[in-house]
C-alpha cells in the first residue's frame, strides 16, 4: 500500500467552470484517485477556489460588489457543480481559508529568510487621478505588435503577446481613463534564477512526462529563468508579511500554488492529526501528480518546483500529466470569451456519466480535442448505450426474467473459458493505462471488454439455448453476469455513478465503494436473487439549439404602430394608446407621461411585448407593453426605423404563451453600446459581440453567456434616445 499526493489546479473564483476545464484539468485526477483508492492506496487530493488577483477585482467591479462576495459566489457555483460531477477530492477550500492564508505567509517568510526573496527597485504606472499603482490588467492601451487596442498591461487578447505596462501604446487606467505615470516603487522578487541548475537536475529523470509537458518545460528552462515579483499593489490578497511591504500582497500566482501544501497542513488538523501532512510531503517514497491545463504547466514544472526546492524538506511533483485544450465546437476554448458551456448548465442537461463518458473517450492528453455536439450525442448513443449499456441490460434481463437468480455454471466450453480470459486481459490494459494516467486508452480498453461481450452473448445466442439446453444457457449467463460485474468495478473510476447501480442490479448488498481493483476478476455469487434491471444509460437527443433559444422563445415582441394616444381618463400619469400589431389592433395603457407628448407618439413604429399577462391599470384593460429604456430620468422607447411592417416580429421571438409579470421581470433585457471591443453593456464590460460602432443596440441575454440583439429583418431596433450603456429596458 502506498500513498499518493494529487494536487488539481485551483479554479477561478471569478466565473463558472467550463467544460473545456473539466476534460482539461478536473475529471483526469479524479478518475485516478478512485482507481487509486480501488487499489488500496491512500489518496490526499486537495485544491480549491483561486479567490485572489485582478480578474476578480475587474469583474467584480464590473458587477458592482466586492471581489470577497463575487468569489465568494463561484466558489459555492463551482463547488457544487464539482460535486455533482463526482469528484472525490479530501478536501476542497479556498486561498481565503484562514490556513491558507497563515501558511502561505509563512513559507513566503521563510523565503524571504532564507535569501530567495529579496527587493528591488521598479517601476510601474501610477495614475494621478485614482492615487494608486495600477496592477498590469489596470492598464489598458494599444498593442505594440497587432495594434489591438484594448490590449492589457499584462498580455493582448488578440494577438497573445506577453506584454509589459510601459510597452502599451497610448495606455490608459481601466478605472479613470486617465494616462498613467511610471513611478518608482519598491517590490519583493522571488530568486528564480538560482533554480535553473536544480531545475535540469530534478528534470533528468523526467523521461516519462508527457511529450508536450517536458519540450514546454525545457524551452523555458534554455530561455533562462529570470527572477519574477511576488509582492503586488493592489488591495485584494493575502497581506505580505515582511516588515515595509505591509501595504502590498502576495503576488497571486506565488500565493495560489502554495495551496496544494496549506490545504494539506489543513486536512490534517482536520483528520485531528495536525502533522499527518508530513506523511506526505516529507516521505520521498510519496508520489505528488499534478493534473492542469497546458496554460498552466509552467507554474507546475518550474516555479512550484523551485519554490520548493527554495523552501526545502518538501516533495517536488512527481509527474504533472497536463492536458491540452478542449475546444467547443472547433472555437478555441476561452472562459473570458463565453463561448462554452458552463459545468452546471450541462450536469442540468445531461446524465452525469454520459458527460464522463464523452470527456474522457475524446480527453485532449496530447492534442487539443474538440467538444462537438453531434459527437458527444454519437458517443453517448453508439458507445455507452449500444454497447456497454445494452449489454450489461440484455444480460441481466435475460438471466432476471429466465432463471431469477445468478445461475450455476456447468462445464466451460473453450469459448466460455476464453470470454473469462478477456476479463483478465482487459482488466490488466485498463489499469497499465490507468497507472500511467492515460485515461482514454484506459476507457477504451474497458470498451473493448463489454464489446467482446456482446460478441460473446451473440455467439452462444442464450435465447436459443434456453429452448434445448438450460443448464448450458445458465453457464453462458453465468459468464455474461462475470464479465457484468468486472465491468462495473473497473467502470467505476471513469463512470462512478452508473457503476454503484450496476452493481447494486447484480444483487449485491453492499456498496462498489467496499470493494477493490482485484475484485474485478472475482467470481460472482452463483444464486444471488436478480430483479428486472433498468436501463443504465439513456439515449440522448440533439435539443440543444432549441434550448439555447428557450428565453426568447418565450416573448412575442412586435413592430406595432400607434393609432392614436389619449390621456388615461383615472389616471394622471398614464396614457391609452391604440396600436396595431398586424394581427388585429390593441388598447395598451402606457405610463410615458412627462416623457413623450401624446401628438409626439402618434404614428410612431413602436417596439410591443405582445404576449404578456393582460393587465387592468386603473380600469382599462391592457393588452401589451411597449419597450422602453430607462437611465434615471430619460425614458427611451425602443423604435424600429427600418420602416417594417406592423407586426413584423424582432428576430428570435415567435408566438409564444402568455406570460407572467413576474416572469417577464426575470428576463434580462438591456441596452448596449456598440464598440470596436465588442457590445459595452457597462464602464469596463463588454460583450463578444459585432454591432455598428456607436449605436445603441437593446439586447436579451439568456443564461450567462448568450445575446441576442434586437433586429428586425437585417436592421437593429433603435432608440429614441441616448441613455447609458446596461440601462434595463422595462
Ligand atoms: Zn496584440
Ligand atoms: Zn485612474
Sequence with gaps: MAKIFIGVAWPYSNGVIHIGGVAGCYLPPDIFARFQRMKGNEVLMVSGSDMHGTPTTIKADEEGVTPVDLANKYHELNWKSLQKLGSSYSLFLSTEDPTHKEVARDMFKKLYEKGHIYEK?????????????????????TCP?????????DNCDECGKLLDPEDLIDPRCL???ETPVMKERTHLFFRLSAFERPLWEYLKDKEFW????????????EGGLRDRPVSRDIDWGIDIPIEGHEDKKIYVWFEA?????????EWAKRQGEPDKWKEYWQDPDVRHYYFLGKDNVLFHTIFWPAVLLAHGDLNLPYNVPANQFMRIEGEKFSKSRGISLSLDDLLDKFPVDSLRYYLTVNMPEIRDADFGWADFIAKNNGELVATYGNFVHRALSFTAKNYGEIPKPGDLEEVDKKALAKIEEQWKKVGDHLEVCEFKAGIKSLMELARSGNQYMDTKAPWSQIKEDREACGTTLYVCLRIVQALSTMAYPFLPHSSGRLWKMLGNEDTIEEHGWEDALEDVAVGTKLTRPVPLFEKLELELEEEEEEETNMMDIRVAKVLSVEDHPNADKLQVMRIDIGTEERTIVSGLKGHYENEELDGMNIIVLCNLQPAKLRGIESRGMLLAAEDGDVVSLLVDGS???????????EDAPILQFEEFKKLRLRIGLGTKKGVQVAPNHFIDLETPEGKLVAMFFSGDDKVFPFKV??????????????SKIT
Design 175 to 177: 478605472n479613470c481613463g
Design 210 to 221: 508527457r511529450t508536450p509537458v517536458i519540450k514546454a518545460t525545457e524551452a523555458w528552462l
Design 643 to 653: 420602416g417594417a411592417e406592423p407586426g413584423t416580429r424582432v428576430m428570435g421571438t
Design 257 to 265: 500554488f502554495m495551496g496544494y501544501f496549506t490545504m494539506s497542513v
Design 713 to 726: 429583418g437585417d436592421a437593429y431596433v433603435s432608440l429614441d434616445k441616448e441613455v447609458a450603456p446596461g
Design 145 to 153: 505588435h497587432c495594434g489591438y487596442d484594448a490590449a492589457r498591461g
Design 121 to 141: 527597485k521598479m517601476v510601474l504606472p501610477f495614475c494621478e487621478e485614482c492615487g494608486k499603482y495600477l496592477p498590469d490588467r489596470y492598464v489598458e492601451g
